[in-house]
Each structure stands twice: as structure tokens, then as C-alpha cells.
């Protein structure tokens, strides 16, 4: 027997009064067929108790919301309405609200209370358990003890506070289970399960009613724990078993971590007891920005923003508030003021210096979004840290703390590359043309120059930096001494020591001598370019109008650059047609591979490469120079041997592939004889250059027109690999988009026009230091220069004479152009 407690007697005298209201005309839903609970909505619409959603439909699967199920509560109690307070009770149920009267209503009667923060919890659905409290709590029978009645297989996910009140329920037979043995409490109630319940209920107190003929009008005792909402898994809360139930306020024993950032934002974890069903986590009297319950000792919070100083943390629940003192503290988090480097290159690898404030305990320090490499926390003002590899463009410098995050806006700057680099040559200011064997040659003016010393009129570049540089070097010859054992020689002495592998020997008696290395060098080491011949065999320099010698350094292993090597050809002297150079020696190598004594050369990464190369000929006219990439020639890059003796080379721009093998070959029927003593017979040159704007333009037979006026430009009519230099093929001017310094290669391989002379223009000019004459009949002129460039400048090769010549075309490239961007404008 259910025993009745006072609260029941006023429910069942309600009650009748409910049950005595005449039958309203029938309603009619269209889709409550299929449902369970058809009889019991059919039922309580007819008497005004449950209304449908409108169009003829009641949604018996829907949820049902706090604020309606207290409109089902207070129709089927028959409570007075007509008394609402002037006052409204709760924040979110105004006076104008559609439910208000109702809300108001069940309160009084002390079924329902709201969420502890002076709102009900108006749009908030409710939850099984919930429903079953109040049903159970509007009865007023005493439920202490009916959770051991409890069969379901989830009966420990109840929460304590309605476990009592569900299996009350359960023996009352207002609800049940679900079939495969679950209650689900904290499911959302649908509306079909409300009217199910309420029907039950009703039958329910008309029973108590007829056991209990005479009640008490006394007035109804306020329920112990009042129906609350917790934030976690939509569930309204709820208090105890009609007050069987001991309260118990929470309590917070830890938290962690225990302080951050006045900005607020940390995710902390409280642990404590009695945290089900809690209503508000604060801050001192702030509430948390978010929070959820894990469990009833855990609660997860997002702290709010706050001031510096330690405050209080308090958990409401519907049982008191638990408090912890000085529980978390508001600390200011670091500042970036500033770093001793603010940019380096796209490899990273800098160590800065950050100095601020407040760098004690940091967790962590980004370039952007990426973490440093290392980094150490020299003080509470200083981080010493090592730079990681980002992209080109500013980045943010952030120090990370326990108390927050500190930002340098755009702190550090990565960018392409800016490689010590120099260019001088020498023009005919310097009247001795002769430069005697054993002598270097003095260089009277200069190019760009970065990191790398030079005084005009002088002999020497000094490096600053150590790395692996490329040198281009050349001589122009306006008449050499050719006798056995009397040849000069061109080579690049390092320290006063010549490279044995730059060394080129003058085999026509006019024309062009050039080379190109890649040596190691230290900061401090001292180049210069040598006649290494001996002291009676002069280099007599051309000088007038053009330039003489060139000699450009350019250090690649820190620039746009990855894979470098020099190799210098074997013993076996003559080349026959269609086969492959051997090389007997290696420069420096970084991931190129080559084992001496062979013709393969393999990259070990994919990308551009600028390539040059070169053949020194005792004989061999007729024959042809290309580069092969995986045994195939490629034709942009064959340059026909035109004279009898002396140099074929070519420079190209290749996109290549990891694995791919390239050979330098006579790609023609007709051999060719190497010089190999005591000079270099070939060279070739691998940079990886893909990092950098690039541009290679060539010329092949596609242009009839081969002849190149005094004056005019000379048109390409093929594109190598473009970046951020823009041409149009069969036109003449090739446009840089990005300012900077740039590497330029260029040259022409002519039938005739001695006499005829090799410059190039920027934007119409021609550039003095790029002249270089024609001084064979036949043979190939080229040049080598680095220019300060700005976006939008327009470069064309130029015959820069009167006299024209005549490009050679078939089968060969008859010209060729390359730009590669190498650092930035100086500024002075």
C-alpha cells in the first residue's frame, strides 16, 4: 500500500474538480494512428488538458518543452491560474508569456522550481526521470526506499535524486521501461509518454481520491530538492523523493590548473562531490563561460575573462553551493616586445633573442603557427630561440605560458633567400690590356656586391661568409700567343692557390675564354683570376668599347639552391658522336650523385635546375654539346661547334625529377677531341634553383629570320621553365615581376658578324658591363652579370654595333638567356 502523504490529499481535491468539467467538443490529429499513447492523447485533448501543434497534428514523437509540460501539470491539477503574481517569478517567463500563468501556478503549489539563476529554463526539454519526479511529487506518496525496486539494466545512470521517485512510478504503473529493458532518465520525454503518463496519473488519483474521501486543505509542503536543468545532456534536473532524499551541498577539494590568463579561456577540471544536477559554475561572481558536469565529483569549465588576483570557484546544485577560496587566480599573461633578428631565410635555422615580460614557465614558442625548433627561458624577460622552416612573409612570434599567450605582431620576417654575391669586370679604364703569366687580372669596376669585398682597380674578392659558391669567370682575348707549351690559361686562384679545376686554356687565337666552378670557401678567403701560364705568355684583353674579363661569385648553398656539383672530364680525350662525357672528379655535391670515372649524374630531389656547361676542343667543328636527361636530348640545350678549336658551352633551366639521370653529349656523328692538359676539357654544373624567380628563354630554328641587325633585339622563340619572369615566345623582351638582384647567363652562337658585339638592355639601355665583342668569325659570344632589377623591368639581348650577326640555328640553339633572382636590391 502506497502510503499518502499531505501534499496528495490537495492534488486529489483539485483533482475532482478536473475530472467534473463538461467533455470539450472531440479533437482530431492525423498522425497519432501509429502511436501508443492514441487512447490517452485522444482523451486529455477532449478534455482541454493537451492541445495538438497545429494543422491538425499532434508530433507524438516530438519533445516537450519545460514550459508546456507545466501547462499539462497545472490543467491536470486544476490549479488556480487566475492568481498569477504581479511579479513574474522567472526572467525567462514574463508576465506576457503564453505560459506564464501556468509556470506560476505549478511554483505555487511547489511542484516545480526554476534553473537557480532566476530563470525556468523556457525552450528546455524534459527529461524521463524529470517527468516521473513530478508526476511522482504532485501524488505526494512517499517514495523513500523504491529504488531497490529498480529491474532496469541502466537503473545506475538514474540520477540519486529521482531514483525513489522512478521506481514509485514504476509500482504506480505510471511508466516504464523501454523494451529492451532501459529506462534511458535522461532521454527527452516525448509527448506521447507525457500523455501516456498523465493519463495514468489521473487514474491514479482518482483511486487515492475514493481511499481518502475527507482531505485536509492544508496547505502543500515545499519539496525538498526543487526540479532543476543541468547543462549536461539537456536533462531539467529534479529534486528528491517528496524530500526523502538527505541534502547534501557540494564540495570542491582541487582544481586544475589552478591560474591563467586575465582573458580567460582555460579549460580547468573541478573535483569535488555532489556535483549532479549542478545549475552555475562562477568565478568570483562571474559564471564560467561554459561548463559540463562528467560526473558527480567532476566538473569540466571554460573560465571566463577576469582581473588579476585569486578568486573564488563556486558549484551551484539544487542541494547549496560548494566553494573553494582563492580557488583560481587571474595572472597577466607575458608580452613580445622584441627580437635582436627579425628575418632569415625559409630554411629557418636563425637563433633569436625574444625579450618581454612574464616568460617564466613558457610552454611554448611559435613562428606563426609552427613551434620554434628549441628554445630555452633564459629569465623572466628572455627566451633564446631557434628559428624553425616557415614560408616567405611575416610571420607572428608568440610566447606561450600557463597564464597565456604573449604576440609579437609580424615579429619575424622569412624571406627567398639573399645570397652573398658579387660581380666586377674590367673596361678600358685600365690602360694595361696585358695581363702576363702568373699575374691576376685587376678589375676596375664593380656590379652588385653582397657580403662580398671589392676595391675597383684592384685584383681580389674577399667572402665573407663559408659556403659553396658558383663562380662564372671569363676572359676576352684580342690575341693570344699559340705555340706548344706556350698556351694561356685561365683559372681562379683561391688564397693564391689555383683550382686545378678551373682551369680553361685560350686554344683560338681570338675569342672568348671562360669557365664555370663551384668551390668551398671560408669567410676571409681571397679569390682572384689568374693567368696560369707561364710569365712570358700575356692574356692581351679586349677592352674597347667592350668589357675584358668578368668574374661573378654567387654563394648557392644557402640561396634558392639545393643540389650543386663541378665535375672535370677524364683522360680519354675524344668524345665520339652520340656518346657521353666521362668525369673524373667531383666539386662539392649535395644531393647529386656521381661516382668518378662515369657519365651519369643523378638529382636526388625534384625541381629546376640551372645547368651549366661546357667543352674545351682541339678539334671538332661540325660536332654538337646537349645535355640528355634519362638518355633523351633535350634540344633546348644543344650548342653547335662552329670553330675549328677553343669553347662550346651552354646554360640552360631544366625541370628535373628525383632519380633522373643527366649526361652531357656529342650529340652529333662527328667527334670531338678534348683539351684535358693541362686544362679542364669539360665542365658541369648543377644548382637547384627552383626556390627562386627563374626564367630561360632560347632561341632554336622555329624563327627564320636568323640575322640580327646592329641595334635590334634578338628574338626566342622557346620558353624554359618560367617563374615570375614573364615572355611571350617569338617576341624579344623578357619581363621580371619581382625586384631583386638577378644572375643573368646569355649568348649567341654565330656563323658570322666578327666585329659585332653582345650586350644587355634593361628597359632600352644597354648595361656597359654586359658588352662583350665578337672576335672570331665564327664561335659562340656569352656573357655573365648580376643586375639590380625592379618588377616590371624589361630585358632584351642586344646586338649592341653596327655590324650584324648571323645566328646559328640548325640544328643548335643559336641563343639563350637565362635570369635567376639571387637576392635583394642593396640599398645604400
Do not use: C, W
Not at 516545480?112 to 528546455?124: A, E, S
Not at 624577460?381 to 597565456?404: D, H, L, M
Request: no cysteine.
Amino acid at each position: 500500500m502506497v502510503k499518502k502523504n499531505v501534499i496528495k490529499v490537495i492534488t486529489t481535491v483539485t483533482l475532482l474538480s478536473s475530472l467534473a468539467l463538461p467533455v470539450q467538443a472531440a479533437t482530431s490529429f492525423s498522425d497519432i494512428n501509429n502511436s501508443y499513447a492514441k487512447d490517452a492523447i485522444q482523451k486529455l485533448a477532449n478534455e482541454g488538458i493537451l492541445n495538438g501543434i497545429g494543422e491538425g497534428k499532434f508530433s507524438p514523437t516530438g519533445t516537450i518543452t519545460r514550459q508546456d509540460f507545466a501547462i499539462v501539470l497545472a490543467k491536470a491539477l486544476n490549479l488556480d491560474t487566475t492568481q498569477a503574481p504581479a511579479t513574474f517569478t522567472f526572467s525567462d517567463i514574463p508576465s506576457d508569456h503564453y505560459a506564464f500563468k501556468y509556470v506560476e501556478a505549478a511554483v505555487k503549489a511547489g511542484l516545480i522550481k526554476g534553473n537557480g539563476d532566476g530563470t525556468f529554463g523556457n525552450g528546455q526539454s524534459l527529461s524521463r526521470q524529470d517527468m516521473a519526479v513530478i508526476f511522482v511529487r504532485a501524488l505526494g506518496v512517499d517514495a523513500k526506499g523504491k529504488a531497490a525496486d529498480l529491474k532496469f539494466s541502466d537503473a545506475s545512470s538514474i540520477s540519486d535524486y529521482a531514483k525513489d521517485a522512478v521506481g514509485a512510478a514504476v509500482e504506480l504503473g505510471l511508466i516504464s521501461g523501454n523494451t529492451e529493458g532501459t529506462f534511458n532518465p535522461t532521454g527527452n520525454a516525448e509527448r506521447q509518454a507525457v500523455a501516456q503518463v498523465a493519463s495514468k496519473f489521473l487514474k491514479v488519483a482518482e483511486t487515492n481520491k475514493s481511499q481518502n474521501p475527507e482531505p485536509s486543505p492544508l496547505k502543500p509542503s515545499q519539496p525538498t530538492t526543487p526540479t532543476t536543468p543541468t547543462t549536461n545532456n539537456n536533462t531539467s534536473g529534479g529534486g528528491g523523493g517528496g524530500g526523502s532524499t538527505p541534502v547534501v551541498a557540494p564540495t570542491i577539494t582541487s582544481i586544475t590548473p589552478s591560474s591563467g590568463s586575465t582573458a580567460g579561456g582555460n579549460i580547468i577540471t573541478i573535483t569535488g562531490t555532489g556535483f549532479t544536477n549542478a545549475t552555475a559554475v562562477k568565478f568570483g561572481a562571474t559564471p564560467a563561460t561554459s561548463f559540463s558536469i562528467v560526473s558527480s565529483t567532476q566538473i569540466t569549465a571554460v573560465v571566463p575573462a577576469g582581473t588579476a588576483g585569486a578568486v573564488n570557484v563556486s558549484v551551484a546544485t539544487p542541494n547549496g553551493t560548494g566553494s573553494k577560496a582563492g580557488g583560481y587566480t587571474y595572472a597577466d599573461g607575458p608580452t613580445v616586445t622584441s627580437l635582436n633578428v627579425t628575418s632569415g631565410l625559409l630554411a629557418g635555422g636563425n637563433t633569436v633573442i625574444i625579450t618581454g615580460t612574464r616568460f617564466t614557465g613558457a610552454t611554448a614558442v611559435k613562428f606563426g603557427t609552427v613551434n620554434a625548433t628549441s628554445f630555452t627561458v633564459d629569465s623572466d624577460t628572455q627566451i633564446t630561440a631557434v628559428v624553425p622552416a616557415g614560408t616567405a612573409g611575416a610571420v607572428n612570434v608568440s610566447v606561450v605560458t600557463p597564464n597565456g599567450t604573449g604576440s609579437k605582431t609580424e615579429g619575424y620576417t622569412y624571406a627567398q633567400a639573399s645570397s652573398p654575391f658579387g660581380s666586377v669586370h674590367l673596361l678600358a679604364t685600365i690602360a694595361e690590356a696585358a695581363v702576363m703569366g702568373g699575374d691576376d687580372v685587376p678589375f676596375n669596376n664593380n656590379g652588385p656586391l653582397n657580403n662580398i669585398a671589392h676595391m675597383a682597380g684592384t685584383t681580389i674578392l674577399t667572402v665573407s661568409e663559408t659556403g659553396v659558391y658558383k663562380i662564372d669567370y671569363s676572359a676576352n682575348i684580342a690575341a693570344a700567343i699559340i705555340a706548344p707549351g706556350m698556351t694561356p690559361q685561365l683559372a681562379v686562384a683561391v688564397n693564391g692557390v689555383v683550382d686545378p679545376s678551373t682551369r680553361v686554356s685560350a686554344l683560338a687565337p681570338t675569342g672568348e675564354v671562360s669557365g664555370s666552378a663551384l668551390l668551398s670557401l671560408t669567410a676571409g678567403d681571397v679569390v682572384t683570376l689568374r693567368n696560369d701560364s707561364l710569365a712570358l705568355i700575356p692574356l692581351n684583353l679586349n677592352l674597347a668599347p667592350a668589357v675584358g674579363a668578368q668574374l661573378n661569385l654567387v654563394k648557392v648553398d644557402q640561396a634558392p639552391a639545393g643540389s650543386v656539383h663541378q665535375l672535370a672530364t677524364i683522360a680519354d680525350a675524344t668524345v665520339i658522336g652520340g656518346a657521353d662525357v666521362p668525369f673524373s672528379n667531383n666539386g662539392p655535391l649535395d644531393n647529386v650523385n656521381h661516382t668518378a670515372g662515369t657519365t651519369a649524374v643523378t638529382v636526388t630531389q625534384s625541381g629546376v635546375y640551372k645547368i651549366d656547361y661546357s667543352v674545351n676542343t682541339m678539334a671538332g667543328i661540325g660536332s654538337q654539346l646537349a645535355l640528355a636527361v634519362n638518355g633523351a636530348v633535350d634540344p633546348s640545350t644543344r650548342v653547335s661547334a662552329l670553330a675549328p678549336t677553343g669553347e662550346v658551352s651552354g646554360s640552360a633551366l631544366l625541370s628535373l625529377t628525383a632519380g633522373d639521370v643527366v649526361t652531357l653529349r656529342n650529340d652529333s656523328p662527328v667527334p670531338f677531341t678534348l683539351n684535358l692538359a693541362p686544362g679542364v676539357g669539360a665542365q658541369l654544373n648543377l644548382v637547384k634553383v627552383e626556390q627562386a624567380p627563374a626564367g630561360s628563354v632560347h632561341q632554336i630554328a622555329t624563327i627564320a629570320d636568323a640575322i640580327v641587325f646592329g641595334g635590334a633585339d634578338v628574338p626566342f622563340s622557346n620558353n624554359g621553365p618560367l617563374d615570375n619572369v614573364n615572355h611571350t615566345e617569338g617576341t624579344t623582351a623578357v619581363t621580371v615581376t619581382q625586384s631583386g638582384v638577378y644572375k643573368i647567363d646569355y649568348s649567341v652562337n654565330t656563323t658570322a658578324g666578327i666585329g659585332s658585339q653582345l650586350a644587355l638592355a634593361v628597359n632600352g639601355a644597354v648595361d656597359p658591363s654586359t658588352r662583350v665583342s665578337a672576335l672570331a668569325p665564327t664561335g659562340e659570344v656569352s656573357g655573365s652579370a648580376l643586375l639590380s632589377l625592379t618588377a616590371g623591368d624589361v630585358v632584351t639581348l642586344r646586338n649592341d654595333s653596327p655590324v650584324p650577326f648571323i645566328l646559328n640555328l640548325a640544328p643548335g640553339v643559336g641563343a639563350q638567356i637565362n635570369l635567376i633572382k639571387v637576392g635583394e636590391n642593396i640599398i645604400d
